[in-house]
């Protein structure tokens, strides 16, 4: 079965703190892709970022950072030096590559950063 | 143009009413999504199209009908809603459907949706 913790419900931080949010998953496939979606209040979720389970290399966008690593099953964000812009739920989410369940995404329940000016 | 596009962004309706959403994606995408988010639950897919055809239902209620008449486009029909069914409803697509191979989805901005 697939599924993705966020425990981190949610998040405040003043501007220019950096900030990690936290993401555990469960699977048992070897092959398997792992994404992050920021949902700002508009409601839409922009994708960020997705990584394929074979590919533990950390990948840094400008502020934004991921930390994957298998032994512990996580794959974690952070933002360094936050803004408010940077307010959103963000989401993490799983997939898997083979079977009945191939190509879907299992999310987590989101936590949602609020970053104070 | 935006990748993915929804109307209407805001709906009220009552539960007599029938009303329609639509979503229309410009990436030329095969595969087209309808998710329910509802407040704090997790996100939960509704309906997978494929090119056009329905390959996924996630039993729904028939209160709940979609149609997609060609790969750009995807609407879902609304009857006889309940209060429970508020909700934001987002589309997505993606360039191949489950199944097939793993393809990153792109959302649209939703509908918010509220059934009085």
């Known amino acids: 079965a697939q599924k993705v913790t966020q425990a981190q419900t949610e998040i405040s931080v003043v501007e220019k703190e950096d900030v990690t949010l936290d993401c555990v998953y469960e699977?048992?496939?070897?092959?398997?892709?792992l994404f992050w979606y920021k949902q700002p209040p508009s409601g839409e979720l922009v994708f960020l970022i997705r990584?394929?389970?074979?590919?533990?290399q950390n990948e840094i966008s400008g502020r934004y950072s991921w930390n994957f690593q298998k032994s512990t099953s996580s794959f974690n964000f952070t933002i360094t030096a936050s803004q408010v812009v940077d307010s959103a739920v963000y989401f993490c989410?799983?997939?898997?590559?083979?079977?009945?369940?191939?190509?879907?995404?299992?999310f987590g329940r989101g936590t949602q950063l609020t970053v104070w000016p | 143009e935006t990748g993915v596009t929804q109307t209407p962004r805001h709906l009220v309706m009552g539960m007599t009413n029938k009303k329609s959403l639509k979503c229309e994606q410009h990436?030329?995408?095969?595969?087209m999504y309808w998710y329910k988010q509802s407040a704090k639950k997790p996100l939960e897919l509704m309906f997978v199209?494929?090119?056009?055809?329905?390959?996924e239902n996630n039993s729904v209620p028939s209160r709940f009908s979609p149609e997609c008449p060609n790969s750009s486009h995807l609407f879902l029909h609304l009857h006889t809603l309940q209060p429970e069914d508020s909700a934001l409803y987002l589309c997505?697509?993606?360039?191949?459907?489950?199944?097939?191979?793993?393809?990153?989805?792109?959302f649209g901005p939703g509908t918010r949706l509220t059934v009085l």
């Open positions: 997505a697509s993606s360039q191949e459907p489950p199944l097939t191979r793993t393809d990153t989805q792109y």
């Open positions: 699977t048992r496939d070897t092959t398997y892709y």
């Open positions: 990584r394929n389970s074979f590919d533990e």
């Open positions: 989410a799983l997939s898997n590559d083979r079977g009945s369940t191939l190509g879907r995404l299992y």
């Open positions: 990436l030329g995408h095969n595969a």
């Open positions: 199209y494929s090119l056009e055809e329905r390959v």
